[in-house]
């Protein structure tokens, strides 16, 4: 019986995707419940109830989606035979509880109720301007749960000193300004 074949960067990248992308879909999944539950008559005042346990559910897949990243790029180092001894670990709990520009999850997780109370004020049906408010939403977590992860994985390569760079992997339909900087070696 003959040894399975070494793993290559791009297999190893593309499972630590995969496993990410599981906690992205299940955070964006709990958000459309929760959004589910919004009373079309009273909207702003509905959803705000739910904001505490939504941010609690994204914070949780932030802290998820980071804490592999240093396991990530260790094996994605070792299989092209490179040191992959850190500096220092990271805190996955750095990544998480706040949005990746900065602000607060509380106040971003609060912008579908602009979305959807602005498209009633222009004249959409309120069933509608509910769908645009949990695309927005769907948008936002899953957003931030990734960029969470992402985050950690550059820190947890900038703690590497035999790390120099890095190649961008495309993974399914992505956009066009994805595809461009696929397989880009970046420093």
Not at 143 to 162: E, K, S
Request: proline share 6%.
């Amino acid at each position: 019986m003959t040894a399975p074949a070494p793993a290559r960067p791009r297999e190893v990248a593309l499972a630590h995707y995969r496993d990410r992308q599981l906690l992205v879909d299940a955070a964006g999944t709990v958000a459309g419940q929760m959004w589910s539950e919004v009373d079309p008559a009273n909207i702003a005042d509905s959803w705000a109830r739910q904001i505490p346990e939504l941010t609690a559910v994204v914070s949780g897949a932030q802290l998820g989606a980071a804490r592999p990243a240093d396991r990530y790029v260790d094996d994605a180092l070792d299989v092209q035979d490179l040191d992959d001894e850190a500096a220092s670990p990271i805190d996955p709990a750095g990544f998480a509880g706040h949005a990746s520009d900065g602000r607060g999850l509380p106040g971003l997780l609060a912008n579908p109720v602009v979305v959807a109370l602005l498209a009633i004020q222009d004249g959409v049906d309120v069933a509608r301007a509910l769908l645009a408010g949990r695309a927005n939403l769907d948008m936002l977590v899953r957003t931030q749960v990734a960029d969470a992860g992402r985050l950690a994985d550059q820190v947890a390569l900038t703690a590497r000193p035999a790390a120099t760079g890095y190649v961008r992997v495309a993974v399914g339909n992505s956009c066009s300004r994805c595809l461009i900087l696929a397989g880009r070696v970046y420093q």
